[in-house]
């Protein structure tokens, strides 16, 4: 069965390091999709991409963030310079269009952030 | 803007018990409402969803929730629980369709006791 496949699965950084954290989203879907999760909180919108830009972001998704779709295959999201408050689990999802639900996300494991 | 409120961060059940999460949305337009669920290390997967067609709404695993409007809930339940239902269970709510990003409850950790 496709699934969206995240790397890395745990990752520790130092503060104002930079971060990439990967993704490879199922091969036919078009929309792709950043959440994150703080210990105990709520799963939170970071931003959204189709056709190589952003669709739409979140108040959490400033200017240390970015998006990218390098190649045919991976999503990346890149924080320049992590804050302690940047630890989280994030996850990863996409979803097709032309399903009889284009709300279907389909989510990878997620990539756990832990910033020092 | 749209919200979704689980009531109780734990819910622990016996196996053969009745499962009910509580999900309560807030949405000024008419809402898509979801529930995810996330097995211990592993992503979180579509259970149900409900998208302005039949109010009941059935899963898999045996899980089915009902929409009411008049109490905007959206409650997850499943009328036996089984030991591989322990797991975290996010309620989502978006109100325009298409692909709008997603308002996830903070979660509801399901524990089944033998």
């Known amino acids: 069965e496709p699934e969206v496949t995240q790397t890395p699965s745990h990752q520790v950084t130092q503060m104002g390091q930079e971060v990439i954290l990967r993704c490879v989203p199922i091969s036919n879907h078009l929309y792709f999709y950043w959440y994150r999760q703080i210990l105990g909180q709520k799963v939170e919108f970071l931003v959204s991409f189709y056709n190589n830009e952003i669709s739409e972001k979140s108040e959490i998704f400033d200017d240390q963030f970015s998006v990218e779709r390098p190649d045919g295959s991976n999503f990346t999201l890149k924080i320049r310079s992590t804050k302690l408050e940047d630890s989280a689990m994030y996850f990863c999802?996409?979803?097709?269009?032309?399903?009889?639900?284009?709300?279907?996300?389909?989510f990878g494991e997620g990539s756990r952030l832990t910033v020092l | 803007a749209q919200s979704v409120t689980q009531l109780g961060s734990h819910v622990s059940v016996s196996e053969g018990a009745l499962v009910l999460l509580r999900c309560n949305y807030s949405?000024?337009?008419?809402?898509?409402l979801f529930w995810y669920v996330q097995y211990p290390n592993q992503g979180l997967q579509l259970l149900l969803k409900y998208t302005s067609a039949a109010t009941l709404v059935k899963g898999i695993n045996g899980f089915e929730a009902e929409f009411k409007k008049s109490e905007t809930s959206f409650h997850l339940t499943k009328p036996s629980a089984h030991m591989s239902d322990a797991a975290e269970y996010f309620c989502?709510?978006?109100?325009?369709?298409?692909?709008?990003?997603?308002?996830f409850g903070k979660g509801t950790r399901l524990s089944v006791i033998a």
């Open positions: 999802a996409s979803s097709a269009m032309g399903t009889p639900s284009p709300l279907e996300l389909f």
């Open positions: 989502a709510v978006s109100d325009r369709g298409g692909n709008t990003p997603l308002v």
């Open positions: 949405s000024s337009v008419p809402p898509y």
